[in-house]
């Protein structure tokens, strides 16, 4: 079960979601920590190599822009934990997650491996993303209800339970694709979660399910009573 939390806090993506990111082509940093040996004869595609004896010198190898989404992986779970605790250590990083069951699992699930040569440096050059909304008029539409448009908030349950935006129906990024039947087609589809990345992927399934759909690409919090706060790095 995908989980991309505040800062600070250990974050934990399941296997098909970082799949569904791939799949998209969704900007990921995906960092694979074991020996360089391991990791050459078999890896995730695109990841790139700095292995967990190495990463507490490996400040200047990671991208300056500390909201970039990365995700670690090792042999397995607490591996990749200890990799987080180092960087987390370094402060600034907020979008970091460690990809459950790693790189055991990845393997388990029969997803695809490439061998070779890796990079050994992080390059992240964020991109304009398809079905992004404008600020201005996500804000309208929180503010007017318009009959034709839902937003949907993504959030897991019990982030969405701490407060919601009035008229919102939450629906978790992974249950959206079998819960189709409670999103109209007859309507305008918004979605947000807490920093826009499982947004993205709600989008996306979304729309190859045919719906009008975009996405809220920027941190929102949410009080109990509705009221929000939206800001954009």
């Known amino acids: 079960m995908p989980a991309w939390k505040q800062a600070g806090q250990l974050s934990i993506a399941c296997v098909p979601c970082l799949t569904e990111r791939i799949k998209f082509q ?35 190898k990671f991208p300056k822009d500390k909201k970039a989404p990365i995700v670690l992986y090792s042999y397995d779970t607490p591996s990749a934990i200890q990799a987080f605790e180092v960087i987390s250590f ?29 990079p050994t440096k992080i390059v992240y050059e964020p991109k304009p993303r398809p079905g992004e909304i404008a600020l201005e008029d996500f804000k309208k539409i929180v503010e007017t209800h318009p009959k034709d448009t839902l937003i949907i908030d993504v959030r897991d349950s019990e982030e969405a339970e701490n407060g919601m935006l009035i008229g919102a129906k939450n629906i978790p990024t992974q249950d959206v694709p079998k819960r189709l039947a409670e999103i109209p087609k007859d309507k305008k589809i918004v979605v947000h979660c807490l920093t826009g990345v499982r947004a993205e992927l709600a989008y996306h399934a979304l729309k190859n399910a045919g719906y009008n759909v975009s996405f809220l690409n920027a941190n929102i919090k949410i009080d109990p009573h509705g009221r929000y706060e939206i800001t954009k790095e």
């Open 90 to 118: 370094w402060g600034g990083f907020t979008n970091i997650v460690v990809l459950d069951g790693g790189f055991r699992e990845w393997k388990k699930a029969g997803y695809k491996v490439e061998s070779g040569d890796m």
């Open 26 to 60: 969704i900007p990921t940093i995906i960092v694979d920590l074991r020996p360089t040996g391991e990791a050459k004869a078999e890896h995730i595609p695109g990841a790139i190599s700095i292995p967990l004896t190495e990463v507490s010198h490996a400040v200047d």
